[in-house]
Each structure stands twice: as structure tokens, then as C-alpha cells.
């Protein structure tokens, strides 16, 4: 549906009660509506083909005695997006629950009922999401109130019930601490002999309040660094999520050079994810030799990242208003001299795992949903695309300079595991045409950075979607007057594709469990958003990488 | 001649005992370099179970069957290995023992494990139990037949009957076939890719085993490697009955070597596969079964 | 009268201590411990004069031919030969241990009266002990079966306020009827009438047509097969009559009852026999045997694996375990028609392991049964899903279960080895004498890794794992010593036969030796087996059969020498670091603890197993009353 004929439909429906305004481009459109007919509108825009992004509750009682809570959607076709708004009394922050009929909304009223003390009537499992076990109630930590650093006393009988079994189950404790799982969360797997009969999920075990940190501590050009490290995995693509979201906020144009560098950055992360993801695919249904492989091909690329970032990690390159370093002809050789090096291996284990009858045999059929059901939960990525779901930002939304490239969007519509293996799989080519398109298209000069106005005016809203090797990453900014965010929302992948597992895992073997959910590659610590500092790390000593593999490989010490 | 019959169980204990943690080295180092890896040192399961002995007993269940599995699953390993006719020499138990009883110590080093995991009382240990004897079940017969399928040639189940060249017996179409099926159940038996199934290190945490530490794990993990070999030598025995001199030494060395091509194999093909659902697994063995049970009546015709 | 009174008396005046009783016990009925101690008073001294019987039968030399007790115009034959002894001999042995048992065991009912149960109880065992005394297949059968049928009849019902009971022993009664109607017919249409012994009617089967002959058999194996409890015939009413009945008596039903089959099949097919065998072809018949246990040991145990309830475990693993005597017998049958001296000998190996297996099975399915009651009357439930964790609380009982479920699945150096490794070892061997045969042995050493399955299930799920802690309200306790007795005694018996079974080989060929007219007859004339089969306190061997060479051999002393050897090196390597040992909870990831949600249940033990063979069928609970009986 178009954004025109959208807004009729809606002023059709819901009269005087909706206000209709455009964001900050015209891609965003945004609906402020009364909180009567908040859910209706909701229902009305998934109907009308909008896909649930996510929703965004903030506290701001300080400037208007109120609390607001948005509904993000976008519509992918039309390539827009719509951010439906209201807002609640301080005293009553009350609203009707969409997660019935919109069950990919059913997390994020959850973690408003912790951080914000929201409530959402007819949510269908109004139990704790995000606060640990031992948190007191009443006590919520994003309210302005509440101090980033609060420690409060531990609290007795306020932990998390697991679901009750269904009839004549058994429950399979997995995690936190459990080899498929290589971040803390626990699955509850309700197992009838070995068939998974359900599924219950607790995770969030070391959110640590990045949002709140940087909504309280930090400045707006500080925050990339924090955001970056959101992810073990995918820092370029937060830190230029949060960044697009300042700059779209702000209304801040960067240099087309910069766009292009960011580009090739968040592909050369795809490769690299993509690459650890297939490995631990491997290592999930028991094949170390595609674990190993896998990982001694990405290896050049997190040297090369190295060379590219300073850090083997893709860390440190984008800042709000453009990237950090440049990249010099020097290392524009040496990035193709990469490419060309990983395509021809990659070739080769591809063919080795898409010929491979056993292959075939662990993830065909394993954690099947139908694309319908695959809509309902929004699921993101690879996962939806696995599914028959044609959905991918760079093409639907396109940020950075993906408007300017031209690249395939791998769909399988098996809809199950072997899916998502095959167009992650296949996305690692078209990465990889992607970075070679963007050295050759990039302008050969031009700034790096954009000189960013010292005071970014307040209260401007700002959305930004970053296609991150696992999906759609969303941050949503509002900018705050101490020059800092005011309300900054991260909603990484995971965050949604982690609410459809119990589905997936639904009448599969329990010894499907670890691919099933390693499918959707989850990074629990994107989901959680965690903070962690090393205060051991006192010293500093760099290490040459042969030290290191001495290190790893003798017993001495160096 | 006599004090060599009365010798041979004990050369078979020691060679086996000193030997196995040597053939699970070359399967890891045989891995890693399917992997691109360097690998540990071959020595390195020596270290293994020795570092292994130092450690604390974990006891999670405070009854003596859980004290008891470890206890049994190496004595029944030791016993097996005890008895063959390795190096082609019957020792002094041949007389008394057949084949048979064989292939009940082996099922009975199967039960010390389950036993072990049921005791340990850990949901995992219990799945992984259950796919342990499973997988018992469905390869056992296959185990039987390549035992007695000299036997019912030769209608005799002694342990001479397990190396049936030494016996004379020719290589005809059932030996043809059963040395087809023992090769494809041969990664069932020593428990690897891809068909560790029960210990299933990603989603059952090494199942049976995920409870005990220490000692009672090294002694586990010895039993299985002296298992492994055990069928390696089984494999060489059977179906390789011309690598003999007739000089014992020789024999032994020439066995230890055709093993180690045995070991090969079962690295090569546990670093190509992924590990299978025992639901697959189980279709798969009952065709071996089946190839099985054409084997013997194949044996018993003569052919 | 009577040629041998010295068997016959003791055999009768049991019978009339049995039948005495019957009718004194239920008069103390209402003081239940007094009433316990009064029946086993009775049933004890009635055993031990049949054992002594039975014994000196077997051992010592029984009657040569049927002698008749007369009443009036109406001749019952008797026949007390070795056979018999030995049958009356473990008839014996059970039923006393097991009114031993009864004395505390009948506590776990208070809401019933003693006074059936006492009366009935008696009367079952003198309806066996007659049954396996007869030796026709009108009169004297009748009477023998009737009463043995309808006195289990008010056993199995014994807990008759509960609506599967009562449809259990109707069901049982039903088609127990149908067996003596089959049996009896079989007799008519071999042309007995009454007081035809079975030698007598053997020599009227001379010169019949293939037809009758058929006719006859087939009755006879239908009829004596649904006693025994072989598939499918077993599978009708064994299960739920053996689990619902009172804990001594299932161990009497399985442990000896079913033998009373056997024992008709074995004087049908080993012992009624036309003379010289004329037109009877033992080859196929011994076939048919065969394939029946072979068959009947593949399913049993397979549904047994698939049994929740303690005791349907135990009962469809009788039907199991009855397959194996079954195909022992078909094997010897089978091999015994060969014109080979050499394989009639191996079926001489077949028949001592088919009736070592009978011995075995009474000794360690009783003693299963008695733990099955034991469980019951420690925790109130039977139920494997909510069992586990007993091991701490009723050692003894569970050390005892351990013996049993060892021997049953057969583990070297047991009682279920030493008799299976007969029946594997004679079918094995028989070579292309019978392709079929060798295969049926294979089938059985499959199956015997299934028994192990099931018992591990068993033994693991009720005594180690864990459960019993949030399920079982009530506080539990090790059973009274007069339960554990009876147990303990038969783990002894079990340890015995497992460890000397050439005792038990010698007790049996003797007691063939002195059948007179056994098919086999010859191999167990003195020196018979000379030569082809040595039995000693050094194991079993057979050998030089074809030819010089060993052709099998156990030894269940070796064995245990050298796991006790090879133990007593893991010991000490266990040992060698000095390694201290440090009690931890459960491992469950780090986030819940080991509880009755999570631990994992005895439904789901072996899933992919029991899916690959569900064609195999198995119900795991007995239809309720009439009203369920439909299907919705």
C-alpha cells in the first residue's frame, strides 16, 4: 500500500483521533493518535501490510507529564516507514496490548512493563522479560528517576516462573551455561521423549543498561564507541545505525565518500559474520571440519579489518558525520586482493556443504515455519529470507550508498534451516560484488567527516535500519538537550527473530535444538545489550601474532 | 609353547592398555589436520588421562552404582581385550570361552555406562543414556554376525572362529558383504561422527558422561579408547586374515599396524560427516541389520 | 497301587495339605497376620514334600509309565517321571517363597479381606503341582486346570473394586477356558477318551493321516501356547492379569504358571509321539516352534521396553523370556529329526538350555515380581515415571532387584547367560542344518541387548535416576524382613545358577534321563553326551561335535575371576593419584536445579526406539472398565 493511499485509509478509520506529520524525510511517516485507538491504528497498520519493528517507550514526564510509546512499522514494498505515537498519563501508563495479534510486539511491551513500568492489558504472557530474577518490583530502571547505577537489594519470590510443561513433558534445561549456547540465556525445552513440545525463554541475563548509560552519561560522539561494542560482531553496523539515526535526527548530510567507506565496512562484516556463522552451523550438527574451514577462510578478513580499523574487530570506523579513516588506494588493493582470495575458498566450501548429502539431511525440514507465520513474527535476515520472505533493507530502505549499487537478494522459500543456510551462503557473493562495486563507484576524494554543529537541537526524533548480517537493526533516537540522546531505542535482530524460536523448535528433535536456534545466529548480547568492562586489563602489551600462536601452541611463557 | 598361552592375555592387556591412548592421539591429530589445525601431540591423551587421575572425584549422586559404572565399563573393555586371539595367538582362555561371551562383556561395558548415567541422575545423562542404548541395540546384531560368521562356516563359536584365516576359511561373497556393513557401522561402534550420538558434546554435553570427572571419567574415556581399538583389531582380524607371518611378534606388530590404517579410516570419515539424530541413525542401522542378517545366511549356504 | 509310593504319597499328601488349606486359613482371615502365617504354614510344608518329591524324581529316578488312580469306574493316569519332579521341584521352590512374601505383602490391602485370597491360593498351587503330575488330556487335565484356572481367576481379581481388574481376570478366565476346551479337543480328536495316558494316545496317533495329525498338534500347540503366554496368544490377557494381580501371586503366574505350558507343549511334542515317530514330522514342527519363540521373544520384549508400569514391564518380558524356552524347544525338536549325530546331540544342548532357562526364568522373574510388590509396597505406586531415587532408601531391595535384572538381561557371568548362551549356542550352531534356526539365534541375541534395555530401564528408573523425592508423599521405607527373605533366598538361587550351571545341567539331564519315552531319550542315557559335552565347575563346553575342536564354551567361574581381575586393576588405577572425592549438586546448566520438572521421565527413555518399532504394538495400560472399552 502506498503512503498516500495508507493515510487515507487511516484518516477513513480513525477521523480527529489521528494526527498525520512527516518525519524528518518523507520516507517517515508519523501518526500521533489518541491512546483509545492506539491498538486499533496498530492492528490497522499491520493489516494494511506493515511489518512490526519494534516499539519504543520513553519517560517524559520531566517536559510534558507523560510517558509515550511508539509502534514502528515499515512497509517494505513502498519503502517507508511509520511510527505510530501516543502517549499516557504519568499517573496511568497504561495501553491495550497488541502481542495477540501482532506476536512479534509481544517483547517489547514486556520490557516496558520492567524498564518503564508500563502496562499492556491482554498481553498474552505479562511476565518478566529483561530485569533479573532477583530484581525488586517497582522499580524501573529507564524512568528518569531512577539513577543509571542504582543497586538495589536483592528481592525474594520475584523470580521468573518458568511456563508450566505441557501435559506429559519433561523440561531440558539449556543454558546459561551449555555448549550450543555461546552467550547466557536459558532455554526451558519441554522435550516428549526427544520431540520438542515447547519452548520457554529466559535471557536478558546480562543486559547491562547501555541505553540507560547513554541516555544519562555520555555525549552523542561518545556513543558510537559504546554502541559498536553492543555486538560482538556487528560494531560497524550499530555504530552506523546509531549514527544515521543522529544525522537523520539532526538533519545532518555526510560526505558521499564516507557513505561509500561505511558501505564497504558493514559488507566486509557480513563476510566475516556470515563466515563465523557457517562454522558454527557446522559445529552445531557435529561437523568441526566446516567449523575450522570456515573459520581459517574468515581469517584473512579480520586482518584485513585490522589493517582497515586498527582493530580486528570492524570497531572504531564510523562516528556520527562520517567515518574515521580513510581508504587509501594501498589498502583498496589490499581489500580486493582479500576478496579475491576468500571468494575462491568460499567457492570451494560451498559447494562442500551444499552437495553434502548429510547436510541435506540435518537442516532440511528442521525448523520449518511457513512464510505466513515467518511474517506474523517479523522475522528479520536470513531467517525471514530462508522463509520466502523478500525483505532486506539495503534494497527496501536503502541507506549509505546502497542506493547506488546493485546486488541480488537471495530468497529461499524451503523454510527451514537449509534456507537461511543457503542465502547466507549466497549473501557472502553478493558481498562481496557489493564491496567491489563500492571501490569502483566510491569518489576519489571528498571529506571524511562532516563538521557536526556543537548543539544538536532537542527532542528531534530519528530512525535509522541497518541491514546487519542477522537482519534488520533498528535504533531509534530522540535527541536530548544536554547533548545527549534523550531516548535512544536499539533493537538488534536477534531481539526478533529470538521470539519466533519457540515456534520453530516446535515438534522438532531435541538434537535439532542447537542448529535451530543457531539459524538465527543469535546474538544474545545485541538482545541484551550489554556493557562489559575488563578492570583487569590494566596493563597494555602488544602481542605479534606469532607470539600469540606461540602462546596458544607451546607451554612456556613468552 | 605353554607358558606363551598363559602369556598372551597378559601381552594383550599390556599392548592394548599402552597402545589405545597412542591410536585416539593419531585420531586427533588426523582431524586436525583435515581441520587446518596443528593439533595436539600424539602423546597428548597419555596427558590426557593421567591429568585426568590427579583430579577431583565430582559426585553428584551419593549411590554406589554411580561409583561402580566407571569401575565396570574399563573391567568389562579389559576383559574383552584380554581374550582375543591378538597377534593370532589363542591364549589360555580360548579353551574355556567363546565368542559369545565376547559380545556379552562388550554389551556389558555398555551397561556400566548407562548404569553410570542413570545413577548420575542428570536430565542430560538420561537422553543420552537413552540414545546410548539405542544405539546398542541397533548395532549389536551387526557386531554378532561379523563374530559368527566364521562360526556358522565352521560350526564352531570358539575365539578361533574370529579369525577365520587363521582357520582356513576362504573370502567369499557373506565376508565380502559383512566387511561392507562392519565398515559402515564401524563409526557406530567406536562411537564417532557421525554417529556420537549419545554424547553428543553440543546439545547433551557428552550425555552419559556429562557428571563424572576425575578418575571415574579417565577411566571411561580409557575403556572407550581400548573399545575403539578393540574393533579396529576386530576389523583387521576378520576381514584381513592373510597380514600374518605366524611369528607372534611379528603378527602383533603387523595387527598394531593394520589398526592404525583402521584408525584412518575412522578419523577420515568422523572429520567429513556431521553427526546424525538417533531417529535417522536407527533407519540406518536397521538396514545394516537387514545387510546382516544376509550375510549369515549367505555364511550358511556356503557362499 | 501305586509301583513308586514313595513319590506319590509325599506328591498327595501335599495335596491335601493344600487343599486343607483352602479351607482352614479363611478362617483366620480376619486376623491378617495370623491368617499369613497359617498359610505359609500349610503351603510351606505342602512344598517341601513336593520338592523332596519332585527332587527324588528327577534325580533319583521317577515312574517308568502312567499309573492310574481309580475312583470307581473313572482312571486318572499319573505319571510322576523326572519331568514332573522337575516342574513340581520349582513349583515348589516359588510358591512357598512366595506365601512367604504374602505374609506382609497383603498388608498393602486393607480394604480387602484375607479370605479369598487364602483359600485360593493354596488351591492354585495344588491345581499346578496336579497338572504337571497327570498325564492325560481329559479327566484328570480337566480337573487339574479347572482348578488352577479358576483359583488364579479369584487371585488375579483379588482387588475387585477396581474395574481393570475385574476385566483382566474375566478376560484371563475367557480365554484360559478356551485353552482347556482346545487342549481337551486336541485329546478327542487324537481319539482319546477318558483315562488315556499321554503314551497311550501317542499310540493311537500311529498310522493317522497328515490331516488329524496336523489337527491335533495345532490344538494342542494353540492351546498349551495361550498357557504359556507365546505371541500373539500371550499378549491377550498375559500383560493385564499378571501386573493386576497381587505381587506374590504375579511372581507364581509368571514365574511358574506359565512353565505349566511349556511343560504340556513339552509332553505334547517331546513325549506323545506316535510310535517311532511315524508321521510326525519333528522338522517342521520343531520349525513352527521355533518361529513361534523367536517371534514371541522379538515382540514380548520389545512391548516390554515400551511398558511404563513396573509390572506390565515385567509381565510382557515373561512373554519374552517364554520365547526363549519356546525356541530352545523348537530348535531341539527341529535339530532332533536330523539324520546327523552331531546336530541330534546339539538338540540335546538346545532342550537342557530351554528347561535351564525355565529353572532361571522362575528364579529371577519371581524375584522381579517381589521387587515389583516391594516397590509397590514401599511407595503405593509402580509407575516407573514416578519411581527413581529408591537405591538410597531400600538398599537391600535394590541390590536384590540388581541380581535379578542382571540375570534377566543375561549379563555374563548370570543365571539368564549361562541358559541363553545354550539356547544362542545350539541355534547358532545348527549351521545349514536350518538357515531359519541361525537367524532365530541371531534374533535372540538381539533381543537379549533389548531385555538388557529394559532392565536398565527398570533397575535405573526405580532405584537410581530420580523421582520417588517429590512424587511419593509418603515416607519410605526398606521393606519388612519378611518380604526381603523370600527375595534374598531367590537372588541366592539366581547367584547359584548363574554361577554353577552345571549343577542345574546335571539336575536337568537326569530328570530327562528319567523320562521315560522322551524324544530325546537317548542323548541322556548314561554316556550319551559323552565326549560332546562336558559340564563341570570349570563352565560348559561343547565340542567335537564336527569333527575335533571346541565348538563353544562358558565358563561363568572364569568370567567372574577375570572381571574381578580386571576390576580390581581399575580400582587401583582409580586409586593411583590419590584423586579425593567432593559431593556436587546436579549439573543442569546453571540455571535450574534437578527437579520433578526436569528430571527426565521413563516415558521418554529410548524414544527412537520404541517410534522405529511401534508396529510392534504393546499396550502400556490395561483397558479400563467396560465403559472405556470403546473407541471414541
Not at chain 2, 25 to 42: E, F, H, M, N
Request: proline share 5%; net charge positive.
Amino acid at each position: 500500500m502506498t503512503k498516500d493511499s495508507l493515510i487515507r485509509t487511516l484518516r477513513d478509520g480513525f477521523g480527529p483521533a489521528l494526527t498525520v506529520s512527516e518525519g524528518a524525510t518523507p520516507k517517515r511517516l508519523v501518526l500521533d493518535i489518541d491512546r483509545t485507538a492506539f491498538r486499533a491504528a496498530a492492528l490497522k497498520l499491520r493489516a494494511a501490510g506493515g511489518r512490526y519493528m519494534v516499539g519504543v517507550g520513553s519517560d517524559e514526564r520531566d517536559r510534558r507529564g507523560a510517558f509515550g510509546m511508539i509502534h514502528l512499522f515499515a512497509f517494505d514494498k513502498d519503502g517507508f516507514t511509520v511510527a505510530l505515537r501516543t502517549s499516557a498519563p504519568a499517573e496511568t501508563p497504561e495501553f491495550d496490548s497488541i502481542a495477540p495479534e501482532i506476536p512479534a510486539a509481544g517483547w517489547t511491551e514486556r520490557e516496558y512493563m520492567d524498564l518503564l513500568g508500563f502496562t499492556f492489558k491482554g498481553n498474552p504472557k505479562p511476565k518478566k522479560l529483561i530485569l533479573a530474577d532477583d530484581w525488586p518490583a517497582g522499580i524501573h530502571p529507564l524512568r528518569k528517576e531512577v539513577p543509571y547505577n542504582l543497586v538495589p537489594p536483592s528481592a525474594e519470590d520475584v523470580a521468573y516462573e518458568l511456563d508450566e510443561a505441557p501435559e506429559g513433558t519433561t523440561t531440558v534445561p539449556i543454558g546459561p551455561f551449555h555448549p550450543s549456547l555461546h552467550e547466557p540465556a536459558h532455554f526451558a525445552v519441554y522435550v516428549d521423549g526427544e520431540t520438542i513440545k515447547g519452548c520457554d525463554y529466559r535471557g536478558f541475563m546480562t543486559h547491562r543498561g547501555i541505553e540507560k548509560l547513554c541516555q544519562t552519561q555520555v555525549s552523542y560522539n561518545e556513543v558510537p564507541f559504546v554502541a559498536e561494542r553492543i555486538c560482538g560482531i556487528c560494531g560497524s553496523v550499530h555504530a552506523a545505525a546509531y549514527s544515521q539515526s543522529v544525522e537523520e535526527a539532526a538533519g545532518i548530510k555526510i560526505a558521499r565518500r564516507a557513505e561509500f567507506i561505511r558501505t564497504i565496512m558493514l559488507e566486509i562484516e557480513r563476510l566475516h559474520s556470515h563466515l563465523l556463522w557457517l562454522g558454527v552451523a557446522g559445529h552445531l550438527i557435529g561437523y568441526d571440519t566446516i567449523f575450522m574451514q570456515s573459520w581459517r577462510v574468515r581469517e584473512p578478513i579480520m586482518w584485513l579489518s585490522e589493517r582497515l580499523t586498527g582493530n580486528r574487530k570492524t570497531y572504531g570506523m564510523i562516528v556520527i558525520g562520517g567515518v574515521r579513516r580513510d581508504i587509501t588506494p594501498a589498502l583498496r588493493e589490499d581489500i580486493l586482493g582479500v576478496l579475491k582470495k576468500v571468494e575462491t575458498e568460499v567457492g570451494g566450501l560451498k559447494d562442500a556443504v551444499l552437495k553434502d548429502t548429510s547436510i541435506h539431511r540435518r537442516t532440511k525440514g528442521v525448523g520449518f515455519i511457513p512464510r505466513e507465520e515467518a511474517e506474523a513474527w517479523s522475522l528479520l535476515g536470513p531467517v525471514a529470507r530462508g522463509r520466502g520472505v523478500d525483505i532486506d533493507v539495503r534494497r527496501d530502505h536503502p541507506y549509505a550508498a546502497y542506493d547506488e549499487l546493485s546486488f541480488d537478494v537471495p530468497v529461499m522459500d524451503s523454510g527451514d534451516v537449509w534456507g537461511t543456510l543457503v542465502v547466507r551462503l549466497l549473501e557472502i557473493f553478493e558481498s562481496i560484488k557489493i564491496v567491489r562495486q563500492a571501490l569502483d563507484k566510491m569518489p576519489s576524494d571528498g571529506p571524511l567527516l562532516t563538521e557536526v554543529a556543537d548543539v544538536l537541537p532537542a527532542y528531534r526524533h530519528g530512525l535509522s535500519m541497518v541491514e546487519a548480517p542477522r537482519g534488520e537493526s533498528v535504533h531509534y533516537l530522540i535527541t536530548g538537550p544536554e547533548n545527549r540522546p534523550e531516548r535512544w531505542r536499539v533493537r538488534a535482530p536477534t531481539y526478533t527473530n529470538l521470539q519466533g524460536v519457540p515456534r520453530m523448535l516446535l515438534d522438532n528433535q531435541l538434537a535439532d535444538f542447537p542448529i535451530i536456534v543457531g539459524s538465527i545466529d543469535p546474538c544474545f548480547s545485541c538482545t541484551d545489550r550489554v556493557l562489559v568492562v575488563d578492570g583487569r586489563a590494566r596493563s597494555r602489551r602488544v602481542f605479534a601474532r606469532s607470539e600469540i600462536e606461540a602462546l596458544g601452541r607451546g607451554r612456556r611463557k613468552p | 609353547m605353554r607358558a606363551l598361552t598363559y602369556a598372551a592375555p597378559l601381552i594383550n592387556a599390556l599392548v592394548f592398555l599402552l597402545a589405545a591412548p597412542l591410536y585416539e592421539g593419531v585420531l586427533r591429530k588426523l582431524a586436525a589436520k583435515i581441520q587446518s589445525r596443528q593439533g595436539p601431540p600424539l602423546i597428548q591423551p597419555y596427558r590426557d588421562l593421567l591429568k585426568l587421575l590427579g583430579k577431583q572425584t565430582l559426585n553428584s549422586a551419593g549411590s554406589w552404582p554411580f561409583k561402580l559404572a566407571p569401575l565396570g565399563a574399563f573391567a568389562a573393555a579389559l576383559a574383552v581385550v584380554v581374550l582375543i586371539p591378538f597377534g593370532g595367538r589363542l591364549g589360555v582362555f580360548a579353551g574355556r570361552l567363546d565368542v559369545i561371551v565376547v559380545i556379552y562383556l562388550l554389551t556389558l561395558g555398555g551397561v556400566a555406562v548407562l548404569l553410570g548415567a542413570l545413577a548420575s541422575r542428570n536430565t542430560f545423562a538420561l537422553i543420552g543414556a537413552s540414545r546410548e542404548m539405542v544405539t546398542m541395540i541397533m548395532v549389536e546384531p551387526v557386531l554378532a554376525v561379523t563374530l559368527i560368521l566364521g562360526a556358522v562356516k565352521l560350526r564352531s563359536l570358539g575365539l578361533a572362529a574370529a579369525m577365520p584365516g587363521a582357520a582356513g576359511a576362504k573370502f567369499t561373497l557373506a565376508t565380502g558383504l559383512m566387511l561392507a556393513v562392519y565398515l559402515l557401522a564401524l563409526q557406530a561402534f567406536v562411537a564417532r561422527q557421525p554417529f556420537d550420538i549419545a554424547e553428543a558434546e553440543v546439545e547433551l554435553l557428552e550425555g552419559p558422561f556429562i557428571e563424572y570427572s576425575g578418575p571415574n571419567y579417565a577411566l571411561f574415556k580409557y575403556a572407550m579408547m581400548l573399545k575403539q581399538m578393540f574393533y579396529a583389531w576386530l576389523f583387521v582380524s576378520v576381514f584381513l586374515p592373510w597380514i600374518r607371518t605366524g611369528i607372534y611378534p611379528a603378527d602383533i606388530v603387523l595387527q598394531l599396524a593394520a589398526m592404525l590404517v583402521v584408525f584412518l579410516l575412522i578419523g577420515l570419515v568422523g572429520s567429513t560427516n556431521p553427526r546424525l539424530r538417533i531417529d535417522q541413525a536407527v533407519r540406518y542401522y536397521a538396514v545394516l541389520i537387514v545387510l546382516s542378517l544376509a550375510a549369515v545366511a549367505l555364511a550358511v549356504k556356503g557362499w | 497301587m501305586f509301583t513308586r509310593p514313595d513319590l506319590v504319597i509325599p506328591v498327595f499328601a501335599a495335596l491335601a495339605a493344600l487343599a486343607a488349606a483352602a479351607v482352614v486359613t479363611p478362617l483366620f482371615a480376619a486376623r491378617r497376620r495370623a491368617a499369613g502365617i497359617v498359610h505359609f504354614a500349610f503351603v510351606a510344608a505342602a512344598c517341601v514334600l513336593l520338592a523332596w518329591a519332585g527332587l527324588k524324581a528327577a534325580l533319583g529316578g521317577g515312574m517308568d509309565e502312567a499309573e492310574f488312580l481309580r475312583l470307581g469306574p473313572i482312571a486318572v493316569p499319573i505319571l510322576i517321571d523326572g519331568l514332573s519332579g522337575l516342574f513340581l521341584a520349582v513349583i515348589a521352590v516359588l510358591s512357598a517363597l512366595s506365601a512367604l512374601y504374602a505374609i506382609r505383602y497383603m498388608d498393602h490391602y486393607p480394604d480387602y479381606g484375607l479370605g479369598r485370597f487364602t483359600a485360593a491360593f493354596p488351591v492354585f498351587i495344588l491345581g499346578m503341582a496336579a497338572l504337571v503330575t497327570v498325564d492325560d488330556l481329559s479327566l484328570g487335565f480337566t480337573l487339574a486346570w479347572q482348578l488352577m484356572t479358576l483359583s488364579s481367576f479369584v487371585l488375579i481379581r483379588f482387588e475387585r473394586r477396581k474395574p481393570e481388574n475385574v476385566r483382566a481376570a474375566a478376560k484371563y478366565l475367557a480365554l484360559m477356558e478356551l485353552a482347556w476346551l482346545l487342549v481337551v479337543g486336541g485329546g478327542l480328536v487324537a481319539g482319546g477318551s477318558i483315562g488315556d495316558s499321554l503314551h497311550t494316545l501317542g499310540g493311537k496317533l500311529a498310522g493317522a493321516g497328515a490331516g488329524p495329525l496336523f489337527a491335533v498338534y495345532g490344538l494342542l500347540l494353540v492351546g498349551f501356547g495361550l498357557k504359556a503366554g507365546v505371541f500373539p496368544l500371550g499378549q491377550l490377557w498375559l500383560p493385564d492379569a499378571h501386573s493386576v494381580a497381587p505381587s506374590p501371586v504375579s511372581a507364581l503366574l509368571s514365574g511358574v504358571m506359565l512353565k505349566t505350558g511349556i511343560f504340556g507343549l513339552l509332553r505334547v511334542f517331546f513325549f506323545m509321539l506316535p510310535p517311532g515317530g511315524n508321521g510326525f514330522d519333528a522338522a517342521l514342527w520343531g520349525l513352527v516352534l521355533a518361529a513361534v519363540g523367536a517371534a514371541t521373544l522379538f515382540i514380548g520384549t520389545i512391548q516390554s521396553v515400551k511398558q511404563s508400569d513396573a509390572k506390565r514391564l515385567l509381565a510382557f518380558s515373561s512373554i519374552g523370556q517364554i520365547g526363549y524356552i519356546v525356541l530352545g524347544m523348537g530348535a531341539a525338536l527341529l535339530l532332533s529329526g536330523s539324520g546327523v549325530p552331531a546336530v541330534r546331540s546339539l538338540a540335546a544342548v538346545a532342550i537342557l538350555g530351554a528347561l535351564f532357562h525355565v529353572l532361571n526364568h522362575a528364579a529371577f522373574k519371581g524375584l522381579l515380581f517381589l521387587t515389583g510388590g516391594s516397590l509397590l509396597y514401599a511407595t503405593g505406586t509402580k509407575d516407573l515415571n514416578r519411581l527413581g531415587g529408591l537405591i538410597k532408601l531400600m538398599p537391600v531391595s535394590a541390590a536384590v532387584a540388581g541380581v535379578a535384572s542382571l540375570s534377566i538381561a543375561g549379563m555374563p557371568p548370570s543365571s539368564g547367560f549361562a541358559s541363553k548362551w545354550t539356547i544362542i549356542t545350539s541355534s547358532l550352531l545348527a549351521g545349514d542344518a536350518s538357515v531359519l534356526l541361525v537367524l532365530f539365534g541371531i534374533a535372540a541375541l538381539f533381543t537379549s541387548v533389548v531385555t538388557l534395555a529394559c532392565y536398565v530401564k527398570f533397575f535405573g528408573m526405580a532405584f537410581t535416576a530420580s523421582g520417588s523425592e517429590w512424587t511419593v508423599k509418603k515416607e519410605i521405607r526398606e521393606v519388612p524382613v519378611l518380604m526381603l527373605l523370600p527375595k534374598l533366598a531367590l537372588a541366592a538361587v539366581c547367584i547359584v545358577q548363574g554361577l554353577f550351571p552345571f549343577l542345574f545341567f546335571g539336575l536337568i539331564s537326569s530328570a530327562l534321563a528319567n523320562s521315560r519315552g522322551f524324544l530325546l531319550g537317548e542323548a541322556f542315557t548314561p554316556g550319551g553326551l559323552d565326549g560332546m559335552l562336558s559340564v563341570s565347575l570349570l563352565g560348559i563346553r561343547v565340542h567335537d561335535l564336527f569333527g575335533p575342536g571346541l565348538n563353544a564354551a562358558v565358563a561363568p567361574l572364569v568370567v567372574l575371576g577375570l572381571l574381578a581381575a580386571a576390576l580390581a586393576a581399575a580400582v587401583l588405577l582409580r586409586r593411583s593419584a590419590g584423586s579425593r572425592e567432593v559431593a556436587v549438586p546436579t549439573w543442569l546448566c546453571g540455571y535450574q536445579e534437578l527437579s520433578d520438572k526436569n528430571r527426565y521421565r521413563d516415558h521418554g527413555m529410548f524414544a527412537a526406539f520404541k517410534n522405529f518399532f511401534r508396529w510392534t504394538g504393546g499396550r502400556t495400560s490395561p483397558k479400563a472398565g467396560r465403559r472405556q472399552g470403546g473407541r471414541p
